[in-house]
């Protein structure tokens, strides 16, 4: 049904065998497929046929110390990404990469790429990499501290932009009878110098079809939320409560216009984890079946990566102990939990229950009018534009949001029927942005 009404943007968030900590070990999933492409290539046909915006892959750049628990590892996300790419048509391919451990030449070109390979369907979920482990593989013995992983962010974001625009969308001619085949003069140096990058340009690759991929961001702090202010497109975010969600949204939408930005420019996503039954009694009995396969050690070790402490060896039954203020790792989820686990007094046994669904992120148990009419109000009520779909396990969760939750959406006009658009940015509703004249970029590159 063609809607006039505000529309959804749903991204699915494709992570191995599912999102709970026990997906592999359900009797449905079979844990070695998350090593081949047919996997990813099946999950990302079932979200097209359900016209979603994107999948999307996380990253992390080191192996998880939980290994021996949990098959808690990924293709590489751009590779993976070139080849969805050539097994989807419309569908948005959304990838992870770390602005601390790589350099902006480089990937501004692999996006440039896959944005090309794709037509028009890359976008970049930019994460600063809160992990230890990661440092340790990238030449250094510690990680930089959560500021100056931000401050770098900033200079390589906006380095990666001048870097898209350093060629103007008509530099390339292809004039075969004058044998011109670029117009030299719209292909430019950046001559960045900056705290962190001294890179010449231009790009060795014309303009993205989408002029620059679209960016995403997924961290919540405060240094997350400005940085999401000036550079993000979309957001990803946890959050367990739909009050929570609207102070997020109100916080962050109030937070661009100081960037000469206006609210409709960022979509703020948050993620749901949906459990789906006939019966509310049916979800749960899945939501239970999954939570019976945990494995307790995997999560005293999963909640202190989150909390950025050992919590080994403390009794399971007992409360969390004094912590110390903030984080030099993800601040925002750690935040969550502590926030959680004061409000409820959980044990550390119960908060890694209640984390072992979605890391944190918002699970939610229903029939499928029940998850829409969830959905619905988050929408409705000024805290989401649409949401992180977070699959408890695949394929089959996936399916069941797709099957059973996306009709009654599309029937309820909030979500679309086919696809209008053809680029990534297209489905989210976002503009392609223009180069911007070279003296404006170097003003905005000065830092
Ligand atoms: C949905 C979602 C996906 C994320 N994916 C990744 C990821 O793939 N790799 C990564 O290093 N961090 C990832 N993060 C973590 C954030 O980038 C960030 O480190 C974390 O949220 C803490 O940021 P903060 O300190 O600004 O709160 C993700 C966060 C969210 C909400």
Redo the contacts with the bound molecule.
Sequence with gaps: MASSQKQLHLNA?LHGTGHHEAAWRHPDVAPLEELTLAHYVAAAQTAERGRLDSVFL???LAVSANIAFNPQHSFEPLTLLAALATATEHIGLIA?A?TTYNQPYSLARAFASVDRISGGRAGW?I?????QGEALNFNLSQRPN?AQR?ERADEFVSTAKALWDSWEDDAVVADKAAGVYADAAKIRPINHEGAHFQIQGPLNLPRPVQGHPLLV?????E??KDFAAQHAEAV???HLSVESAREFYADLKGRLGAYGRLPGELKILP?ISPYIGRTRAEAQAKHEQLNSLVNPEYGVRQLSAMLDVDLSGLPLDGPLPELPAGTE?????KALVVELARRESLSIRQVTERIAGARG?YTFIGTPEQVADEIELWFTTGAADGF?IMPPTFPGGLDDFVELVVPILQRRGLFRTEYTGRTLREHYGLARPSVRPPVQQAALLAV
Aim: hydrophobic fraction near 30%.
């Design positions: 968030f996380a990253d992390g992870t770390s979920n994460v600063t990499s809160a992990g959560h931000y961001q997924a961290g919540s702090s240094a997350g990803f975010t946890a993620g790792g993800m601040q925002s989820r992120h992180n």
